[in-house]
């Protein structure tokens, strides 16, 4: 009895972790969704919606593959003052702008 | 024999009627952006006629009309000029003109189209009939390096007139020679200018600044005049916000003495006396993108950028009061009004859809569905100046 007991506890618990881990996957993978179509369409009015440039400079993963991760972070955080390329960090949390960096290596789909 | 040939022509006149003459006047093309291709529309009642594919990258894309009113010529991202027949419903001529435009312009006598490119940086112009190159204007500053033009636009006169996003100029481009153009240059005019307009009479061409407050003008009655800079206050002020989608110009209107438009960065839409002063700062939902005047100029609506984009605030142009404030969905792009104004069209880009809106009740009369569209283009635009 105490057997089953303990075997359906740590099932259900294992459940739970599955569930749990699950949801989490999920949302993240929502999240990345959203920030993949930022990219598109919101950075892409100035960067070009394939990202091959606009008013922008390209952000392909060719062109970015000698700036360094901070560089692109930091860029994306603060904006570059004096160029119309703006501060996201009212509207994107750090993980976020990390998230899209490496969209940014990985290069949009 | 003699009894016959009436006979034919009898029957070759109304196999001519059976083909449904049209007009072109109600007709309009509906960017739609991810997948290269234009939604054909007619707004006399409201339904789309055909979709035209096959046109390349269309982010940010713009449409100018012939002057009979049958051809749109679709300035693409990716560098492709194409040339529409909207009574045949399919392309007719396309031509990939450069790496990276922005946009384009029909010359006053409609036999020019111009098209202005961020890369290579430069202006080049087409025989509106071919397609053909007549010129080719790279715009060289300091040290050979071509900058990115904007804000191009035809003004009377056979002119062109754009600005130089990275050299802080603007050039006057005068066609009416079209072996021999003559460029006048405006030099040190502000930094970064992003985008232009000419007013609907022709006369002033407004650039908008990125990299300092106020505006640029040029008086093209006076060139000799060269550019002034008005509205010192405009721009990104003391608190500089961050600008997520640069405003447009177009669509800014005088209306009776008063004329509307966008805050850069700060949740306002401006008012300014006929002297260029400003009277006003109008509290609205968002950065303000398009400021647009209701044919009549009694209305002005206005759409916002990311991520309040999800909302349209219209203000009365005699009280400068907001009096109404629409929810259409997310990503409201663009919108275009009936000739006469009593519907507005506007693209919703994330829910795939065009609503026509009765500009009086503020009712959705029609929706359509489109693919991610963007810019909404009437052929109506083909009889006005800088559009």
């Known amino acids: 009895m105490l057997k089953t007991g303990n075997i359906l506890q740590t099932l259900s618990f294992i459940l739970l972790v599955i569930l749990s881990l699950n949801r989490y996957a999920h949302a993240s993978d929502n999240r990345q969704q959203e920030l993949q179509h930022l990219l598109k369409h919101d950075c892409g009015s100035c960067h070009g919606m394939t990202l091959k440039g606009g008013l922008g400079p390209a952000l392909l993963t060719d062109s970015l593959k000698d700036k360094p991760d901070e560089l692109l972070f930091i860029t994306i955080k603060e904006g570059r003052p004096g160029t119309p390329m703006p501060a996201w960090k009212k509207l994107l949390s750090d993980s976020d702008i990390k998230s899209i960096v490496k969209i940014l290596r990985e290069g949009l789909n | ?387």
């Not at chain 2, 209305?299 to 909302?311: E, G, I, S, Y």
Request: proline share 4%.
């Open chain 2, 1 to 387: 024999m003699k009894k016959i040939l009436p006979l034919i022509s009898i029957l070759l006149l109304s196999a001519c009627s059976s083909q449904n003459l049209r007009g072109t006047g109600d007709l309009g093309l509906i960017i739609e952006r991810a997948i290269g291709q234009v939604q054909l529309v007619e707004h006399t009642g409201n339904t789309s006629l055909a979709t035209i594919k096959g046109l390349g990258d269309l982010s940010h894309a713009s449409i100018v009309y012939s002057r009979d009113a049958r051809y749109g010529y679709v300035f693409g991202r990716d560098g492709g000029l194409t040339k529409i027949d909207v009574l045949q419903q399919k392309i007719v001529k396309r031509v990939i003109q450069s790496g990276n435009s922005i946009g384009g312009a029909i010359s006053q006598d409609g036999k020019l189209i111009a098209v202005s490119n961020y890369k290579p940086g430069g202006v080049k112009i087409f025989n509106s009939d071919t397609l053909e190159l007549i010129v080719n204007i790279p715009a060289v500053y300091a040290d050979g390096k071509q900058s990115k033009t904007v804000g191009l636009i035809d003004a009377p006169g056979q002119l062109f007139v754009f600005g130089l996003y990275d050299a802080s100029e603007i050039w006057v481009v005068d066609m009416k020679n079209i072996e021999k153009p003559v460029i006048t240059k405006f030099k040190d005019i502000g930094l970064f200018p992003y985008d232009g307009l000419v007013t609907p009479d022709g006369r002033y061409y407004i650039a908008g600044l990125f990299g300092e407050d106020g505006l640029a003008m040029l008086d093209l009655w006076h060139l000799e005049k060269g550019v002034i800079r008005i509205m010192d206050h405009y721009g990104k002020g003391k608190e500089k916000l961050p600008v997520y989608k640069m405003p447009h110009l177009e669509g800014w209107a005088m209306a009776g003495d008063k004329m509307l438009l966008p805050a850069v960065g700060h949740h306002e839409v401006l008012v300014m006396d006929k002297n260029w002063k400003q009277v006003k700062a109008i509290a609205v939902h968002g950065q303000p993108i398009f400021v647009m005047s209701r044919p009549d100029h009694r209305q002005m609506w206005v759409n916002f950028a990311h991520p309040r984009n999800d909302t349209i605030q219209v203000i009365d142009t005699e009280t400068l009061e907001i009096i109404k404030t629409l929810k259409p969905g997310k990503a409201v792009l663009h919108m275009e009004f009936s000739p006469r104004g009593e519907h507005v069209w506007m693209s919703v880009r994330d829910e795939n859809r065009v609503d026509v809106i009765d500009t009086e009740t503020f009712e959705v009369v029609k929706s359509l569905t489109a693919d991610k569209p963007s810019g909404i283009f009437f052929t109506n635009r083909a009889h006005k100046i800088g559009l």
